[in-house]
């Protein structure tokens, strides 16, 4: 008998499902404190939660049983994953099954926004009637700009259309043909904004999206435009907000999520021009249904057959296949985070070929972990061998893989190509005494680097003085050169530098790097 607590309130279709599982056992106590969790949670093969449960490593090392934790939903901020993967147990959420609901609250703010419905509301309530002051607008043939074009972006993507409005949208990694599905154009994330008639944010919370909507980018939109945020709270700097809605330089805004939840002494509730809801993404009947159910049948799922569906945690290999394997993914994930961080457009495909030795193991291990190396930067939610490959998936990232037991002059050789839409980036990589990853070329380019630490790579014209300008701009401002390798390509007159830094570089040393006459392009890359 396999017991499960529910330590969070469930909908009752999750729990009746559960119910009519044999061989299942569940138990529902909410409101637990960590200490009480403990107490219960070594009986337990599985725990089902939402948000209000925190499964910290305290709880996890009390599960002595402990297989699975399910969310219901999508978040994880509340489970401590490492611990959990430390600890041997998968963690699974529903990334998917809430999000027609978020998608419709998005466009009903739209409406609510267009059409002044609250405020008309309560002056119908007063014994008003001021149909001229509150004179509307029509979104049909309005442009609709998004920014995140995830599951939930799509979806308001094909709403949008729907409405006959024109749909724009800006994600830098997802590739034209997926845009195109959905009957989105893709814009930059300048166009974007300066185009919208409605911004609608639905793209993940991170430190690179933290503030994405701040004061530079309020400034530039037009001053009939909407903002709405129905995905996360810090994408938008609500100061600059406040600002921007006081002096009328937008609009209005619709919020449902805040940095600070709820938002009671948040300047932005004495306007008029912006409305709130608490929160209600995730907060309908259907949706409440749905992740209940979800969560409720990938973890009796995972309990009797060990399929891991939405897992975000769980290896692949069997403990004699991963030692046999370990080295040749590291490396991979290498290449693919530095491939990351080298080209300029979506990646289209993936390529990734094994040499030597590296092709006596499974490639789909290390091909996938090049993937996890690709994009697990680009997400909020984490991203590793169990998941990534529906991420690519969805992306629009396609995978290639090739064998051969030719040497390629090295014992083991991994080779990773990212093909964008008109050209491509690839690397290869090697290992040293079988354990020590070295980068070995980019492009055409051979270069023998260590990869570890923050990297910069140039591209420069292959002629005397540029690489003492570019020590000169360095140490100029206290930043150590640790290693240095160049190498030049026959075809043409440039070199490659690939400098090991001690420090990482702002975005203003950067440009003084750039600006040197005779450097073309240049790249960081932190390891």
């Known amino acids: 008998m396999k017991k499960i607590l529910i330590s969070d309130k469930l909908a009752d279709d999750g729990i009746n499902f559960l119910n009519r599982q044999e061989g299942i056992q569940i138990h529902i106590q909410t409101g637990l404190s960590e200490e009480e969790l403990c107490e219960l949670i070594p009986e337990y093969d599985a725990l089902l939660i939402r948000s209000g449960s925190k499964v910290t490593a305290k709880v996890l090392k009390a599960g002595r049983k402990l297989k699975v934790v399910g969310r219901a939903g999508i978040g994880v901020d509340n489970v401590d994953v490492p611990a959990a993967t430390e600890q041997g147990v998968i963690v699974m959420n529903t990334p998917d099954a809430n999000a027609t609901t978020t998608a419709e609250l998005a466009l009903a703010h739209m409406f609510s926004l ?7 509301n309560q002056s119908v309530k007063q014994g008003k009637w001021e149909r001229s002051r509150l004179m509307g607008a029509e979104i049909s043939h309005k442009t609709l700009a998004i920014l995140g074009f995830g599951t939930i972006g799509r979806i308001v993507a094909q709403r949008g259309n729907g409405l006959k409005m024109r749909v724009i949208a800006y994600d830098p990694f997802v590739t034209p043909e997926v845009f195109a599905e959905y009957g989105a154009e893709p814009v930059s994330l300048e166009e974007l904004i ?13 430190e690179k999206t933290r503030g994405i909507i701040g004061a530079e980018q309020l400034t530039m939109m037009k ?8 995905a996360r709270g810090g994408l938008v700097d609500e100061d600059a907000l406040y600002r921007a809605l006081n002096n009328h330089e937008i609009a209005g805004a619709a919020l449902d999520v805040y940095e600070h939840e709820p938002p009671k002494d948040s300047p932005l509730l004495d306007l008029s021009n912006v409305l709130f809801t608490p929160h209600l993404g995730a907060s309908t009947r259907e949706a409440q249904v749905a992740v209940s159910v979800e969560i ?34 590291m490396l991979a994930h290498i290449l693919g985070k530095m491939l990351a961080n080298l080209v300029d457009a979506p990646i289209r495909k993936l390529e990734v070929g094994t040499y030597g030795k590296a092709a006596e193991v499974a490639i789909r291990p290390i091909s996938v972990e090049a993937l996890v190396g690709l994009l697990a930067d680009q997400f909020s939610t984490p991203v590793n061998s169990v998941n990534v490959e529906n991420i690519a998936k969805r992306q629009g990232i396609s995978l290639i893989e090739t064998m051969t037991d030719e040497s390629q002059g090295y014992l083991s050789l991994i080779k ?6 008109d050209k491509s980036v690839s690397l290869e990589g090697a290992l040293l005494g079988d354990c020590h990853p070295r980068l070995v070329s980019i492009d055409q380019f051979e270069i023998e680097v260590v990869p570890e630490g923050t990297l910069l790579v140039t591209r420069h014209d292959d002629k005397p003085g540029v690489i003492s300008a570019i020590s000169s701009v360095l140490g100029e401002s206290n930043i150590n050169i640790s290693r240095m390798q160049v190498g030049m390509a026959d075809e043409q007159q440039q070199a490659m530098a690939v400098i090991s830094v001690s420090e990482p570089l702002d975005e203003k040393l950067v440009q003084a790097v750039c600006d040197i006459a005779a450097v073309h392009t240049v790249k960081q890359i932190q390891l």
Do not use: W
């Not at 300066?194 to 991170?206: E, G, S, W």
């Not at 939405?310 to 290896?315: G, S, T, V």
């Not at 990773?416 to 839409?421: L, P």
């Open 114 to 120: 267009s059409r002044n419905l609250p405020e008309a």
């Open 194 to 206: 300066k185009q919208a008639d409605y911004l609608t944010l639905h793209c993940p919370m991170m």
């Open 223 to 230: 001053k009939s435009a909407f903002l709405i945020n129905c």
């Open 296 to 329: 409720a049948r990938q973890v009796v799922t995972y309990l009797n057959s060990g399929e891991a569906v939405n897992a975000l945690n769980l290896p692949r290999l069997s403990a004699e296949e991963l030692k046999k394997s370990r080295q040749f993914m």
């Open 416 to 421: 990773v190509t990212g093909y964008c839409e």
